[in-house]
């Protein structure tokens, strides 16, 4: 099983910048569609971003559209969360996705599509 691991996460303040990074290892991802979750504080966790094996597709919830954006390095196996424009509402706990063997242009929006997920990484906004 691939294992995966956030990095990125910190405090920042609001309308700050924060590059969140999922590096897979154990083995080479096999056309994995990959996304990014969060759970706030006392909430459910919730879809933020997904991006196709290929890259060339993405989609993004309504609460982050216009300020993160999501890509991948499948030489480095490693997919990104740009978040800009951060605000207190963001503060959540984030964690990386994977699941393997999709098609080049598939994308997975739900978290029980997902087979592989990493640890977490707290990102903290403050106001």
């Known amino acids: 099983q691939v294992q995966l691991v956030e990095s990125g996460g910190g405090l920042v303040q609001a309308g700050g910048s924060l590059r969140l990074s999922c590096a897979a290892s154990?083995?080479?991802?096999?056309?994995?569609?990959m996304g990014w979750f969060r759970q706030p504080p006392g909430k459910e966790r919730e879809f933020v971003a997904a991006i196709s094996w290929s890259g060339e597709r993405t989609h993004f919830a309504d609460s982050v559209k216009g300020r993160f954006t999501i890509s991948r390095d499948n030489a480095k196996n490693t997919v990104y969360l740009q978040m800009n424009d951060l605000k207190p509402e963001d503060t959540a706990v984030y964690y990386c996705?994977?699941?393997?063997?999709?098609?080049?242009?598939?994308?997975?929006?739900?978290?029980?599509?997902?087979?592989?997920w990493g640890q977490g990484t707290q990102v903290t906004v403050s106001s």
């Open positions: 154990g083995r080479t991802f096999s056309s994995a569609a």
């Open positions: 996705a994977a699941d393997e063997w999709h098609s080049g242009s598939t994308l997975l929006l739900t978290s029980a599509q997902y087979g592989n």
